[in-house]
C-alpha cells in the first residue's frame, strides 16, 4: 500500500474510533453534568476518560501498536493528546455555554471539541507515539 494511502486510512480508522469515543465521552459528559452540576468539571472528567479510552482503541487499531500493554506508551499517548483535550474541552464548554444550538445538550457541545481537536490528537498520536523506530513520519 502506498505511504500516502496508507496514513489515509489510519487518518480514518482514527476518525472512526474517534466517533466510537465520541458516543463515550458525550454519554460521560451528559452523566456527570447531572451528578456534578458543574460543566467544567464534568468535561474534565470525561476527557479524561475519553482519553484513555481512545489510547487503547488505537493502539490495537489504528497503529497495532503489539505486544503486551505499555503503560509508558499510554502516558505518552495521553500527554500528546493533551493539547488537543484542551482544545476540545475549551471548544466543548464555550458551544455549550455560549451557542444557542448546543445550549443544554452535551451531545452537540462534545461533537463541536471532539471536530475541533481531531487533526491535532492524531497528528501527535501518529509523529510521536506510535511512530516505528527508524521509519519517516
Same mark, same amino acid.
Given at each position: 500500500?502506498?505511504?500516502?494511502?496508507?496514513l489515509g486510512v489510519k487518518f480514518l480508522t482514527f476518525?472512526?474510533?474517534?466517533?466510537?469515543?465520541?458516543?463515550?465521552?458525550?454519554?460521560?459528559?451528559?452523566?456527570?453534568?447531572?451528578?456534578?452540576?458543574?460543566?467544567v468539571a464534568a468535561r474534565a472528567l470525561?476527557?479524561?476518560?475519553?482519553?484513555?479510552?481512545?489510547?487503547?482503541?488505537?493502539?490495537?487499531?489504528?497503529?497495532?501498536?503489539?505486544?503486551?500493554?505499555?503503560?509508558?506508551?499510554?502516558?505518552?499517548?495521553?500527554?500528546?493528546?493533551?493539547?488537543?483535550?484542551?482544545? &476540545? /474541552?475549551?471548544?466543548? #464548554? *464555550?458551544?455549550?455555554?455560549?451557542?444557542? +444550538? $448546543?445550549? !443544554? &445538550? /452535551?451531545?452537540?457541545? #462534545? *461533537?463541536?471539541?471532539?471536530?475541533?481537536? +481531531? $487533526?491535532? !490528537?492524531?497528528?501527535?498520536?501518529?509523529?510521536?507515539?506510535?511512530?516505528?523506530?527508524?521509519? $519517516?513520519?
Amino acid at each position: 500500500m502506498r505511504r500516502d494511502t496508507a496514513l489515509g486510512v489510519k487518518f480514518l480508522t482514527f476518525g472512526c474510533i474517534g466517533g466510537v469515543v465520541f458516543v463515550f465521552d458525550a454519554s460521560c459528559f451528559w452523566l456527570l453534568l447531572r451528578l456534578t452540576g458543574s460543566p467544567v468539571a464534568a468535561r474534565a472528567l470525561s476527557v479524561g476518560l475519553a482519553m484513555t479510552l481512545s489510547w487503547w482503541l488505537n493502539r490495537t487499531f489504528t497503529f497495532r501498536a503489539a505486544g503486551p500493554v505499555n503503560w509508558a506508551e499510554m502516558a505518552k499517548f495521553l500527554l500528546s493528546q493533551l493539547p488537543g483535550a484542551g482544545v &476540545n /474541552a475549551a471548544v466543548s #464548554v *464555550a458551544a455549550f455555554q455560549y451557542l444557542a +444550538l $448546543a445550549e !443544554n &445538550n /452535551a451531545w452537540i457541545a #462534545v *461533537a463541536f471539541g471532539s471536530c475541533a481537536g +481531531l $487533526a491535532a !490528537n492524531f497528528l501527535m498520536a501518529h509523529l510521536f507515539v506510535f511512530k516505528k523506530s527508524g521509519s $519517516a513520519p
